[in-house]
């Protein structure tokens, strides 16, 4: 059979100022690594058995009917505002209309060069596709939207980088690649026309119920503060938050430098380019706040009268703390087996982290352990931590399924950075059984069969990871 893929592409039909149209360049010997089946037939696409498929999913073939371009976008990066980003390694194929009815982005990520590369070549290597697939999969299983992991493909070719590396390229798919960087290039050009289609597009495709700017910025605020909640509540550290990685579908965007933490540190940061921790973990609570407000501007542009608005967005902007804490609330709740917390559960959740924090106890592995009576075992001295737990447990009598709460809110899997590295350091030496292993495991991170008991070990002290890269 060959490759079918049910494009309807609508972005393409746009105009000819929201991206340029490109071809993803050849590579000299793709190889499939791997195809996401379940995610294929979510999409409907047929045809998985093709011969073909190292070629399509690499460039060096195009699927019928994709109508390839590379993305124009902004955004502010650590702060500072880059007028002109775009795809500069990526090529957008079209989008797909799946048999649930779902508009979903099929990307070729790492296919070369377009009008958008600046001074990059264009290409990845295996190690930040291998990473992203694992973990935006890994996430998808958690329950946390996400981009998606469609195919990677080693490309025969080395790419130079600190030293020449395998390349690959990786197939994303997600609900839209649309991000704030996308409104910040028009409002900062002043073509309100630009923004005004933009605009009207991003509703029909993602708010149909918020057609007007304040609520289409209450809608993405509302799908943000919960999305940031939910990566707190994992340990999940995004890494480079710039405005451009950040999706106005609320879809976790953009695996770079991400990690999740082992040991517990309100201040973690991993990325490698992240000196002043701006988007260490606990700081992304604020920065996603940051990230709406220059939304917000952008989309005052569109009022009209912007100067008159001014007050009422950032009312709205203000608003925003208060719904991350909500959700934060209602998710650490059921991490310690509250189903409904109030704000009253606050100062025991914050109690458990604290005794964590001071002890330095493994977060996915301490709040696990409060489902199977192991969480005291994290810690050397459990002093405090019995303390706080004869606290707890009398606040969850009176609740009607504390471990069932617990155990759907607390995963006893998620993707270990030394797992990732270990994972990344054998692919490339062309063994990649640790890649499909890690995938099957993660793809149920909240059972718990015992058959994966090495993947939730924390590292050892040589083990440890201390620094990630963009792997651009
Ligand atoms: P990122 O840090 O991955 O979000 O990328 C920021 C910007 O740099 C985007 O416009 C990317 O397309 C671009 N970029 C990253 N890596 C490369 C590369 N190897 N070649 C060309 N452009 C790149
Ligand atoms: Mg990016």
């Given at each position: 059979m060959t490759l079918h893929i049910p494009f309807d592409n609508s972005?393409?039909?746009?105009?000819?100022?929201?991206f340029a149209r490109v071809n993803p360049e050849p590579v000299k010997a793709p190889s499939l690594i791997a195809v996401n089946a379940p995610l294929a037939q979510e999409l409907g696409i047929d045809g998985l058995d093709d011969p073909n498929l190292a070629a399509l999913f690499s460039g060096n073939a195009l699927p019928d009917g994709a109508t390839p371009l590379a993305q124009l976008y902004a955004g502010h990066q650590f702060g500072q505002y880059n007028p002109q980003l775009g795809d500069g390694r990526a090529v957008l194929l079209g989008e797909a209309i799946g048999p649930d009815g779902q508009r979903r982005d099929i990307q070729l990520k790492g296919s070369g060069r377009t009008p958008y590369s600046r001074m990059g070549d264009g290409r990845a290597w295996l190690g930040p596709v291998l990473r992203e697939y694992v973990v935006s999969e890994a996430m998808h299983a958690l329950g946390v939207p996400t981009t998606r992991a469609l195919a990677a493909v080693r490309t025969g070719e080395r790419v130079v980088r600190e030293r020449p590396l395998p390349g690959a390229v990786l197939t994303r798919v997600a609900h839209s690649h649309l991000r704030v960087g996308t409104f910040q290039v028009f409002a900062a050009r002043g073509d309100i026309e630009a923004l005004q289609t933009l605009f009207d597009y991003a509703v029909a495709r993602h708010y149909p119920d918020a057609p007007d700017p304040a609520s289409f910025l209450n809608a993405v605020m509302r799908r943000q503060a919960a999305l940031v909640a939910h990566w707190l509540s994992l340990g999940f550290i995004h890494g480079v938050m710039n405005t451009d990685n950040c999706s106005i579908s609320g879809e976790t965007i953009d695996y770079g430098p991400c990690a999740f933490m082992d040991?517990?540190?309100?201040?973690t940061v991993y990325s490698s380019i992240d000196r002043y921790g701006r988007y260490s973990y606990a700081a992304q609570a604020d920065i996603i706040v940051w990230n709406m407000a220059q939304l917000a501007t952008a989309l005052l542009s569109l009022m009209p009268d912007p100067e008159a608005s001014v007050e009422p967005f950032t009312a709205q902007i203000h608003a925003m703390p208060e719904m991350i804490r909500a959700e934060w609330l209602s998710r650490f709740g059921k991490k310690i087996g509250v189903a409904q917390a109030t704000p009253e559960d606050s100062a025991l959740i914050t109690g458990l982290l604290s005794v964590m924090e001071e002890a330095e106890a493994d977060f996915t592995n301490t709040f696990r352990g409060l489902v199977d009576g192991t969480a005291r075992n994290q810690f050397t001295d459990p002093v405090a931590f019995d303390a706080w737990a004869a606290t707890w447990q009398a606040r969850i009598k009176t609740e009607d399924d504390p471990q069932g709460q617990m155990r759907t809110a607390n995963p006893a899997l998620i993707p270990r950075n030394h797992r990732i590295e270990e994972m990344i350091t054998a692919a490339v030496a062309g063994d990649d059984s640790l890649f499909h292993r890690l995938n099957t495991a993660y793809?149920?991170?909240?059972?718990?069969?015992?058959?994966d008991a090495d993947l939730r070990q924390p590292p050892k002290p040589q083990e440890v990871v201390q620094a990630t890269f963009c792997g651009t």
């Amino acid at each position: 059979m060959t490759l079918h893929i049910p494009f309807d592409n609508s972005y393409a039909t746009l105009p000819d100022s929201f991206f340029a149209r490109v071809n993803p360049e050849p590579v000299k010997a793709p190889s499939l690594i791997a195809v996401n089946a379940p995610l294929a037939q979510e999409l409907g696409i047929d045809g998985l058995d093709d011969p073909n498929l190292a070629a399509l999913f690499s460039g060096n073939a195009l699927p019928d009917g994709a109508t390839p371009l590379a993305q124009l976008y902004a955004g502010h990066q650590f702060g500072q505002y880059n007028p002109q980003l775009g795809d500069g390694r990526a090529v957008l194929l079209g989008e797909a209309i799946g048999p649930d009815g779902q508009r979903r982005d099929i990307q070729l990520k790492g296919s070369g060069r377009t009008p958008y590369s600046r001074m990059g070549d264009g290409r990845a290597w295996l190690g930040p596709v291998l990473r992203e697939y694992v973990v935006s999969e890994a996430m998808h299983a958690l329950g946390v939207p996400t981009t998606r992991a469609l195919a990677a493909v080693r490309t025969g070719e080395r790419v130079v980088r600190e030293r020449p590396l395998p390349g690959a390229v990786l197939t994303r798919v997600a609900h839209s690649h649309l991000r704030v960087g996308t409104f910040q290039v028009f409002a900062a050009r002043g073509d309100i026309e630009a923004l005004q289609t933009l605009f009207d597009y991003a509703v029909a495709r993602h708010y149909p119920d918020a057609p007007d700017p304040a609520s289409f910025l209450n809608a993405v605020m509302r799908r943000q503060a919960a999305l940031v909640a939910h990566w707190l509540s994992l340990g999940f550290i995004h890494g480079v938050m710039n405005t451009d990685n950040c999706s106005i579908s609320g879809e976790t965007i953009d695996y770079g430098p991400c990690a999740f933490m082992d040991s517990y540190h309100p201040a973690t940061v991993y990325s490698s380019i992240d000196r002043y921790g701006r988007y260490s973990y606990a700081a992304q609570a604020d920065i996603i706040v940051w990230n709406m407000a220059q939304l917000a501007t952008a989309l005052l542009s569109l009022m009209p009268d912007p100067e008159a608005s001014v007050e009422p967005f950032t009312a709205q902007i203000h608003a925003m703390p208060e719904m991350i804490r909500a959700e934060w609330l209602s998710r650490f709740g059921k991490k310690i087996g509250v189903a409904q917390a109030t704000p009253e559960d606050s100062a025991l959740i914050t109690g458990l982290l604290s005794v964590m924090e001071e002890a330095e106890a493994d977060f996915t592995n301490t709040f696990r352990g409060l489902v199977d009576g192991t969480a005291r075992n994290q810690f050397t001295d459990p002093v405090a931590f019995d303390a706080w737990a004869a606290t707890w447990q009398a606040r969850i009598k009176t609740e009607d399924d504390p471990q069932g709460q617990m155990r759907t809110a607390n995963p006893a899997l998620i993707p270990r950075n030394h797992r990732i590295e270990e994972m990344i350091t054998a692919a490339v030496a062309g063994d990649d059984s640790l890649f499909h292993r890690l995938n099957t495991a993660y793809a149920t991170p909240y059972a718990d069969t015992g058959a994966d008991a090495d993947l939730r070990q924390p590292p050892k002290p040589q083990e440890v990871v201390q620094a990630t890269f963009c792997g651009t």
